[in-house]
């Protein structure tokens, strides 16, 4: 099982950026998809951005297009996830996962934190 460990959140402010990293230590990323989730206190995970292990398409989802870039490095086995435009919603624990969906992920990496506030 390829576990992720996730970087790169923190406290900035409304309008500001941040760069997520996901990364694998014992895993070549390159082939595998990998798609970013969040979750809110109190609110369910939600997916929020997605890249194809076969050509490296991405999906975004409605809330972030425009604002969220998701790229990876494969000379760094890393999957970012460049977050522009960053708005007080978009506060929550940030997950990486070998899936765009939810439902196909078995198990969770602790996340990073990601808080929008002034």
């Known amino acids: 099982q390829v576990q992720l460990v996730e970087s790169g959140g923190g406290l900035v402010q409304p309008g500001g950026s941040l760069r997520l990293s996901c990364t694998a230590s014992?895993?070549?990323?390159?082939?595998?998809?990998i798609g970013w989730f969040r979750q809110a206190p109190g609110k369910e995970r939600e997916g929020v951005s997605c890249i194809s292990g076969s050509d490296d398409s991405t999906e975004y989802a409605d809330f972030v297009k425009g604002r969220f870039t998701i790229s990876r490095d494969n000379a760094k086995n890393t999957v970012y996830l460049q977050m522009n435009s960053l708005k007080p919603g978009d506060t929550a624990v940030y997950y990486c996962a070998t899936a765009c969906r939810a439902t196909f992920v078995s198990s969770w990496g602790q996340g990073t934190q990601v808080t929008v506030s002034s």
């Open positions: 014992k895993f070549a990323l390159d082939r595998y998809t």
